[in-house]
């Protein structure tokens, strides 16, 4: 099989201008393990509304919201507080974006603050015309179906206010002999895989390798996915790196249990080796993952040295879901927590309407006809969940010819 190496790519100007933003416990703590191999090239921001949270972080720019509304506490797991949180501090999420071309936000989903800020985060980066990659951390199967479909709703939300999503359940950052670790390590080894796995690849993206992988194969790999992809990592040291790197590929869930490579539209594929990597090695995994991809799939390849790695190989893939299946899965996820029947339509971005059209009165039996302004409420957008003002059990936030029925000649 032919693999395809696309690093005639014209060169950009400038490197485009990438953030790192962690968003709730999970993300802060993954862009708190990201190293200074990430570092070099871009810079980390970490959000949070508990500031326990954001004092633990090694991150220098810390950005706390919601005091106002927490105490400067967590959400207590409650989404809708998560999106009052980045509402209220809205202008402060923007000022941390400037300045940036690309946001990746790291988040895991199914908790509140990263549930219901993360969507909100990404719609602000996309308003000010930022590509966002949200990398999804979706919750261990013990945490329960409340949290799993708060999860899909948030997932739903942020699919609509995004680029592309990665996807990756926490079960999957779990090798087997760590499965019965503490509750608290668990999480913690599962932030530093995903930390780990997302450090290989922009590793790759970020220095001159063997064949070359950039930022454009990263943008057309995950367009040609659909805009959703599931990320497989797994890593192999010793005389049988190859053959072992391979077994945990096979064995990975995103493989052995859901078909991610089978299925998969397109895959992005990375392999780090330390000066001791041959053609052989290389070859051997390139072939056997490949070789899994249904017919005409595309694909796009990054091989890349790190002396740090020596007798050690690196494996990260960007498998590609079926768009039919992602709107199926987030749709209904989306719809059991509305308690709905379930639709195969892909979600909406919801967007503030820039312009309320209604229709004209019908006539009167005045002598003089005359068009009124429409009075119906319009959208509060970003404000929609911010408490009214009230007094005497008038909304002051309404205007007064609207809260006395007035009508206003045109």
Known sequence: MQLENKSAVATPLRAPRIAFVGVGGMGVN???ALDATVSRFARRVVVDSDHATLRASPVSHTLQIGT???GGQSTGGLMDIGRRCANT????IRDSLLNTDVAVLLVGLG???GSGAAPMIAQTARDEGIMVISVVALPFAFEGAARAQ??????VALRAHSDAVITVPNDHLL???ETEAPLEEAFKKGAEQLGQGFRALWQLLGQRTLINLDFSHLKQALTANGGVSTMIFAEGGGSGKVKLVMNRIQTHPAVARDNALAQAPGLLLGVLGGEDLTVMDVQEVVLDIVGQLPEGAAHVLGVGIDP????RITVVALAGQEAADVDTAADAGMAAAAGETTSTAPPKAERIPRKLVTAKPAPTTRKVEQEELPLSAVSKGRFRDVEPTLYQGEDLDLPTFIRRGQRLSN
């Open 89 to 92: 501090d809205f202008l402060k």
């Open 30 to 32: 993954t862009v708190g």
């Open 68 to 70: 106002a509304l927490t």
């Open 308 to 311: 740090a790695l020596r007798n």
């Open 150 to 155: 708060q999860a899909d709703t948030a997932l």
């Open 111 to 113: 908790g509140g603050l």
């Open 175 to 177: 090798v087997e002999d």
